[in-house]
């Protein structure tokens, strides 16, 4: 089975048909076990008047996309026939396979669904394996399939791109819009990586929010598509948006096809915002420590989930959150909070950030209430207005007073109007305590390059090891030299027990102690010696089996040479 990124990419738009979709055409989603069955109540009809909702159906797709997507595959012989052999809500996947091909199938993982996968996603700013992302990799090990093809969007393009790095069964890679991973996963799978990475493609909007989360796959290939006029806000991480729509003779709206016959796919510059999103969120995986980004992976998992979508919804102890008071959940945890500006503010200035990047970088992060405060403060406040002015900016004027040591009037007089202002939006907040929250993290910093701080991760280099017998030998003749080490018996000093000092000393309690020491040494020498024996015995045999594939294929070369030669010599 052989489909191109652009079919498979109209598969995964498959995981986003919903019954929403369905009520719009005015049909029903039924029981299938096939794409043909799947659409096949979207006649003609059911499209027109799909094409007819004013609504953003699921997937932030419209009605008119809808309907062009839904004809795109049902005019693809390939696609259309293809079956639906399993779909799993719980890892949210749908199996497609092809009639007539044993073994092989494609394996389509949905976006984000719900708080739990938001978690999920904050999870993976600190964790190798998340739940999910185990979840997905089991649902792939439990099919009956050695030849899969794995696609996703956003979330489920990150579990397709981990599902392709830890599975033998997968050999094939479209993510789109897929978030990254972090700095443990990449040294955990360096040698996993380095061998499939190169199977992985991630294709994604110029305005994706998303996939500039964490670091990309070292070695995959990242591929950016244009963004129409037409897309906005949380559209630029639909998945329906990678390709042009247009209305054809028939006033049916269609996908634009590119000259061979597929759908088009212009290719695009990331969005400069995305650029400078993409690089502090790298700054802050190479130079937080672990336990700080652990602690804080919810409360920003949770800001993105708020900040970059227009439906977002964040529960937190009863509070439940949205892009409309996101001001109220980001003062939910000033210490937290005093973190993430204090990593904000060191960023902007170890690269020279001009204002106009700050308040771009800002206003993606959900911050663009909180510098619409401080320009008001700006334009209310002659005093503060002349020292900011003095100071260079008002973001000149915070680093300025960072680390000081000492308090600032001015500083002093913007906490407290920031006071103000938030109690008059009923959140209760004393800004002076986050002031001190940012003080004392920005202090905290490690030290870091600022060369490469804010570069992609990278995984280790693979070491060349050394199996050889001298190697085993040396191994075996260090562990012999270690218990040969007893620095002098001790069992010649119960001689000496007729002595005074003997008792008083407790010298038999120090020889049995030494000789139980000495006793636990030499088994761990043995469990050594036995490890040691086993890996080599085990690479020695992978060497032996290696050897023969290259005697086998040795031996099919002078076949194939020896039949050129009577050939040569039959047409001589």
């Known amino acids: 089975m052989q489909l191109t990124d652009q079919q498979i990419m109209l598969l995964e738009q498959l995981t986003y048909l919903n019954d929403g979709v369905a009520e719009a055409a005015g049909v029903r989603l039924g029981a299938y076990q096939s794409v043909e069955r799947l659409l096949q109540e979207f006649d003609e009809a059911a499209l027109q008047r799909l094409e007819q909702s004013d609504k953003t159906l699921n997937g932030e797709i419209d009605g008119k996309e809808w309907a062009a997507i839904i004809r795109a595959i049902k005019n693809d012989e390939q696609l259309y026939s293809m079956n639906i052999a399993d779909r799993n809500e719980d890892v949210k996947a749908i199996c497609f396979t092809e009639p007539g091909s044993e073994g092989e199938a494609i394996v389509a993982f949905r976006g984000t669904s719900g708080q739990r996968e938001w978690e999920d996603n904050s999870d993976g700013l600190y964790s ?45 890679c479209v993510s789109m819009d897929g978030q990254g991973f972090s700095p443990e996963f990449l040294n955990k799978y360096y040698a996993e990586i380095e061998r499939k ?29 244009v963004r129409r006029d037409d897309v906005t806000g949380a559209k630029n991480h639909s998945p329906g948006a990678f390709y042009e729509y247009y ?37 802050v995986l190479n130079v937080m420590p672990y336990e700080d980004r652990k602690e804080i992976s919810d409360y920003i998992g949770k800001l993105m989930a708020l900040a970059l979508t227009n439906n977002g919804v964040v529960e937190v102890n ?122 004392s993290e920005y202090t905290d910093i490690p030290a870091f390059n600022g060369k ?23 191994l075996m003749g260090t562990i012999d030299a270690v218990e040969a080490m007893t620095y002098g018996s001790v069992s010649g000093w119960s001689g000496y027990a007729g002595e005074e000092w003997y008792s008083s000393l407790m010298i038999s309690s120090a ?8 006793n636990k040494v030499s ?50």
């Open 128 to 172: 190798a394996d998340t739940e999910c992302q185990k979840e997905a990799l089991a649902y792939i090990e439990s099919l009956p399939y050695d030849d899969i093809t794995v696609t996703g969007h956003s979330k489920g393009g990150n579990k397709a791109q981990y599902v392709t790095i830890l599975s033998d069964k997968v050999n094939r």
């Open 197 to 225: 990475g190169g199977c992985i493609v991630n294709y994604y909007l110029e305005g994706d929010f998303v996939n500039i989360l964490l670091f990309p796959v070292p070695g995959s290939d990242r591929i950016c598509i």
């Open 247 to 283: 209305m054809n003779e028939q006033g049916q709206w269609v996908i634009k096809y590119d000259d061979d016959g597929q759908t088009e796919l212009v290719l695009g510059q990331q969005a400069q915002s995305m650029v400078y999103l993409h690089e502090f969120i790298c700054f």
């Open 318 to 439: 009863g509070v439940t959150y949205t892009k409309d008071n996101i001001m109220e959940y980001l003062m939910s945890e000033p210490r937290l909070l005093g973190r993430f500006l204090a990593y904000f503010i060191k960023y902007a200035e170890t690269y020279e950030l001009t204002e106009e990047e700050i308040r771009d970088l800002a206003e993606v992060m959900g911050l663009e209430e909180f510098l619409d405060m401080l320009d008001t403060a700006y334009e209310e406040n002659w005093t503060v207005r002349v020292m900011i002015d003095n100071a260079g900016g008002i973001f000149n004027f915070i680093v300025k007073q960072l680390g000081d040591g000492k308090e600032d009037k001015i500083i002093g007089m913007l906490l407290d109007w920031l006071s103000s202002w938030l109690n008059d939006k009923g959140i209760k907040v004393d800004a002076r305590e986050i002031w001190k929250n940012i003080e």
């Open 452 to 474: 490469t701080a804010r570069n992609d991760g990278t995984c280790k280099s693979t070491v060349t090891r050394d199996f050889s017998k001298s190697t085993y030998d040396r």
């Open 511 to 518: 020889v049995r102690g030494i000789t139980t020491y000495f």
């Open 523 to 572: 088994q761990i020498n043995q469990q050594s010696k036995n490890k040691i024996t086993e890996v080599f015995e085990n690479a020695l045999a992978e060497d032996r089996a290696r050897a023969c594939e290259l005697k086998e294929i040795n031996e099919e070369l002078h076949t194939i040479t020896d039949k050129i030669i009577e050939m040569a010599e039959k047409l001589s």
